[in-house]
């Protein structure tokens, strides 16, 4: 059972590159989320999406752009790295607009230098 | 502002002492409060929902409980696998988003 997988696991980036990171879901999920988490803040949403094809900002959008062209996939964009942007990046998916709880994937640790 | 403040932030416990985990919200309304759990390096992994005051939930050594404004998570004897955050999260009516707590770090001493 993969659920939510998330790629890549690790990745070092310079200040300035870009790079996209990769959400799939295989449980046919509706809503997907992207959120970061970092040291005392807990986590914080950046993007979600409602459906294929639908996206918006959620706390924190900054910096990142998201496309949802697939229903499995939602992918996070940085289209120019900050120090900032150094963190544990989330994914979620949630079945739909019911009270189902959100499934998380394992996590992007990025590093941007 | 929904608001979600989880305390303590961290505890040490030795095998078999039970405590309980607090977690308050301020919501404007509450269509369900969630418990998870993170373990290093992983993301979070659900426990529970809860929907209204005076509802509970066991899974195992935990209990989730509810009231109006605050939750619990209480641990009963636990064991050094139930070492882990665990996380608290609301989410309001009319909307489709989470609001998170900062997390309970708990570790569990053989």
């Known amino acids: 059972n993969a659920g939510v997988t998330q790629t890549p696991k690790f990745r070092v980036l310079k200040t300035g590159q870009s790079m996209t990171l990769l959400c799939a879901q295989d449980?046919?999920?509706?809503?997907m989320y992207w959120y970061r988490q970092d040291p005392g803040m807990g986590l914080r949403l950046i993007h979600y999406?409602?459906?294929?094809?639908?996206?918006a900002k959620g706390e924190v959008p900054d910096g990142y752009n998201v496309s949802r062209l697939k229903k499995q996939n939602f992918l996070l964009g940085l289209e120019s790295a900050a120090p900032s942007q150094t963190s544990v990046y989330f994914c979620?998916?949630?079945?739909?607009?019911?009270?189902?709880?959100?499934?998380f994937g394992d996590g992007t640790r990025l590093s941007i230098l | 502002e929904d608001q979600v403040t989880q305390s303590p932030e961290a505890l040490r416990l030795q095998e078999g002492e039970s405590s309980s985990l607090n977690c308050s919200y301020t919501v404007s309304g509450l269509r369900g409060l969630f418990w998870y759990r993170q373990d290093p390096g992983k993301g979070p992994e659900f426990l529970f929902t809860?929907?209204?005051a005076g509802e509970e939930k066991e899974k195992e050594r935990l209990k989730a409980t509810l009231t109006k404004k605050e939750s619990f998570l209480h641990i009963t004897a636990p064991k050094p696998e139930d070492s882990a955050t665990y996380l608290c999260?609301?989410?309001?009516?009319?909307?489709?988003?989470?609001?998170f707590g900062k997390g309970n770090q708990v570790v569990v001493i053989p």
């Open positions: 999260a609301v989410r309001p009516y009319g909307n489709n988003r989470l609001a």
């Open positions: 809860l929907y209204s």
């Open positions: 979620a998916s949630r079945r739909d607009s019911s009270n189902q709880p959100q499934h």
């Open positions: 449980m046919n999920h509706e809503y």
């Open positions: 999406s409602v459906g294929e094809g639908t996206t």
